[in-house]
């Protein structure tokens, strides 16, 4: 069970801002019934169970009670809506950041919604969009990693490579703080959170297949362009994804 003390003396202003459930269909879901009922930016629905949890694309999210961190937070936009889509990328470099700098670990983002240490999957981000508010769903190994439903896909937990004791209220309080700093920065800032993710990008110099304009590529990664989309270099050519999915290392 997740320790409301413990993180109320970590993190006070978030204690404030915190839904916690043991359990939900969906935080993600929860969370967009509070934003429309009027919740403030900045509100976290976490829940130790989820019983309809979802990842991008309809892929769902197996994470066992009191082993990782299944939350979601109430963001809304003080920015055009034309830079919504860059939060995804700016919640994933508050993500990979927090971590490198509190636990020393090398987490990188795996364009465009993952994090992952060690060639494995740590964390994972879904962000949906609604008139005034997005909602940002954030799922976390923390404590140990399940086992993958997926062969190419292997998962780790933050524990599995932090020396030091780690709690997920140590976690929660710390990747808060680092999300929405960086969320809150992806309007003014995103060309400098840019070069921090091309540092950090996961998929540069991979040979990569994958899912775009319904059709199926394949080619070597060559980074992340000035608006935020993949560099692909296709048959030759490189080109430019904003969106794509079912991404695998060749």
């Given at each position: 069970?997740?320790d409301?003390?413990?993180?109320?003396?970590?993190?006070?202003?978030?204690?404030?801002?915190?839904q916690?459930?043991?359990?939900?269909?969906?935080?993600?879901?929860?969370?967009?019934?509070?934003?429309?009922?009027?919740?403030?930016?900045?509100?976290?629905?976490?829940?130790?169970?989820?019983?309809?949890?979802?990842?991008?694309?309809?892929?769902?999210?197996?994470?066992?009670?009191?082993?990782?961190?299944?939350?979601?937070?109430?963001?809304?936009?003080?920015f055009p809506?034309?830079?919504?889509?860059?939060?995804?990328?700016?919640?994933?470099?508050?993500?990979?950041?927090?971590?490198?700098?509190?636990?020393?670990?090398?987490?990188?983002?795996?364009?465009?919604?993952?994090?992952?240490?060690?060639?494995?999957?740590?964390?994972?981000?879904?962000?949906?969009?609604?008139?005034?508010?997005?909602?940002?769903?954030?799922?976390?190994?923390?404590?140990?990693?399940?086992?993958?439903?997926?062969?190419?896909?292997?998962?780790?937990?933050?524990?599995?490579?932090?020396?030091?004791?780690?709690?997920?209220?140590?976690?929660?309080?710390?990747?808060?703080?680092?999300?929405m700093?960086?969320?809150?920065?992806?309007?003014?800032?995103?060309?400098?959170?840019?070069?921090?993710?091309?540092?950090?990008?996961?998929?540069?110099g991979?040979?990569?297949?994958?899912?775009?304009?319904?059709?199926?590529?394949?080619?070597?990664?060559?980074?992340?362009?000035?608006?935020?989309?993949?560099?692909v270099?296709?048959?030759?050519?490189?080109?430019s994804?904003?969106?794509?999915?079912?991404?695998?290392?060749?």
């Amino acid at each position: 069970m997740f320790d409301l003390r413990q993180f109320a003396a970590l993190a006070p202003d978030w204690y404030l801002r915190l839904q916690y459930h043991h359990e939900l269909d969906s935080t993600n879901d929860e969370a967009r019934r509070l934003a429309e009922a009027g919740a403030e930016h900045g509100t976290v629905v976490l829940s130790d169970h989820q019983t309809a949890g979802r990842g991008r694309r309809g892929a769902s999210w197996v994470c066992e009670p009191g082993d990782g961190l299944l939350f979601s937070m109430v963001i809304r936009p003080s920015f055009p809506k034309t830079n919504w889509s860059r939060i995804a990328l700016a919640a994933g470099i508050g993500i990979a950041e927090t971590l490198n700098a509190k636990w020393g670990v090398r987490a990188q983002v795996k364009w465009p919604n993952d994090i992952y240490i060690q060639d494995k999957k740590c964390a994972g981000i879904l962000t949906e969009a609604r008139e005034d508010f997005v909602i940002v769903g954030i799922g976390v190994n923390v404590m140990s990693a399940p086992p993958s439903e997926n062969a190419r896909i292997e998962a780790i937990a933050v524990a599995d490579v932090v020396q030091s004791p780690v709690s997920r209220e140590m976690v929660l309080a710390a990747l808060l703080a680092g999300i929405m700093t960086e969320v809150d920065a992806c309007a003014g800032h995103f060309e400098a959170q840019l070069e921090r993710l091309r540092k950090s990008c996961y998929l540069t110099g991979k040979r990569i297949k994958f899912s775009a304009h319904e059709k199926e590529f394949s080619g070597l990664v060559r980074g992340v362009g000035p608006d935020g989309a993949l560099q692909v270099e296709v048959d030759g050519e490189v080109m430019s994804f904003s969106q794509a999915s079912e991404i695998n290392v060749l």
